[in-house]
Each structure stands twice: as structure tokens, then as C-alpha cells.
């Protein structure tokens, strides 16, 4: 199945570094026009390539960062705001004890935990949290059960976990992919190509 995928536009916890996970953080004004452009990247691909809206589900994760974008991308698009699915298995990977934290404050609880961690972020499992592995699991159950080509409004770790479950990348590298904001990623197995 073909994904168009859409990271939540930014919010005050990204401008200050801070970990969300499962934490229900909302836009900022930023992040709203961030959304709208995605919309407008959006729609320029699919009068590109002569595809209908209605072509596709949306699926948003239940967080309300991703909700808003996918209302704001659909609102964009012509379509009603509402009408889409929400899926708990795109929820961000879960940061545990380390949510609101910057990490700075991390470090400052166990200075060598961030190094220990990028050594095998596919791995490393947060106190109280989730690995990669286990994001990639939940991740892969869902797009194993598409039946549609689908437009995803989601998070940056769903986005890296997808990287490696559609064999875009190995884990070690998909962990470190850029999942940016402000851009359209179109995924399928073994392919992804970036619309800014």
C-alpha cells in the first residue's frame, strides 16, 4: 500500500526540545500553517498524478497534534475536517518517565543515558517507555492490516518505525531518519520520496 505521510506540525514542546511520547501536546500557530502546507503539497501530488481524494483513507494518530494536522490537511484539500480514522497503534513511541523532559534534564539525571541510548536507539528502552522494536511492531501490525492507499498524519518515531518496517532503510539507520514537518513523504515497500 502506498502512504502519504504527514508528521503533526510543530508544537511549544518542540521549540523547547522537550520529549511529548504520549504526551497530548497541541499545535501552535506555527504548526497550523505547517499543516496547511502539507495540504497544499497534498493536493498539488495528487492533481499531479490524476488520483481523487476519495482515492484514500486518513488515518490519524489519536494524539491531538496529529488530529488537528489531518483536519487542517483535509480542510486544505476540500474535504470535510472530519471522516477519518484514528489508529492508538500511531500513537508516538512512548519516552515513559522521560515525557516533558528536555535532554539536558535527562542528562543531568544520568549524564551517560542519552550516548547509551544513540549507541543502539533501535534497543535502548527508555525507564517506563518503549523501544524502537517494539514501536516497529505495532506499527507493522497496522499497515500489515491496509487495504487502501492511505494519507497518515502522525509522529516523528511512527515515522522512522514505518522507515524500517517497509524495508526503507535497516532499523539502525531508520532510527535516525529525518521525519520532518512541513513536508509530504510519500512511502511504499523499499521506496520514499520527500515533497517540501
Not at 518503549?130 to 500489515?144: D, K
Amino acid at each position: 500500500m502506498l502512504l502519504y505521510y504527514v508528521r503533526h506540525g510543530l508544537t511549544d514542546w518542540n521549540i523547547a526540545g522537550r520529549l511529548q511520547g504520549h504526551r497530548d501536546i497541541p499545535l501552535n500557530q506555527t504548526g497550523r500553517m505547517q499543516a496547511v502546507r502539507c495540504g497544499e503539497i497534498l493536493r498539488d501530488l495528487l492533481a499531479r498524478d490524476g488520483c481523487s481524494i476519495s482515492h484514500f483513507d486518513y488515518v490519524s494518530s489519536p494524539l491531538s497534534r496529529a488530529r488537528e494536522t489531518m483536519e487542517i490537511v483535509r480542510t486544505t484539500l476540500g474535504i470535510p475536517p472530519t471522516g477519518y480514522g484514528i489508529e492508538p497503534r500511531l500513537t508516538e513511541i512512548s519516552f515513559g518517565e522521560w515525557e516533558g523532559l528536555t535532554y539536558a534534564e535527562v542528562m543531568q539525571r544520568e549524564p551517560d543515558i542519552v550516548a547509551r541510548r544513540e549507541a543502539d536507539k533501535w534497543e535502548f528502552l527508555p525507564p517506563g517507555g518503549e523501544n524502537y522494536r517494539q514501536l516497529a511492531l505495532r506499527v507493522g501490525a497496522w499497515y500489515a492490516a491496509l487495504r487502501r492507499d492511505t494519507v497518515v498524519c502522525a509522529h516523528g518515531g511512527t515515522g522512522r518505525a514505518l522507515v524500517a518496517v517497509l524495508g526503507i532503510a535497516p532499523p539502525e539507520e531508520a532510527v535516525h531518519q529525518e521525519i520532518d514537518q512541513s513536508v509530504v513523504y510519500e512511502l511504499a515497500p523499499n521506496s520514499l520520496t520527500r515533497y517540501a
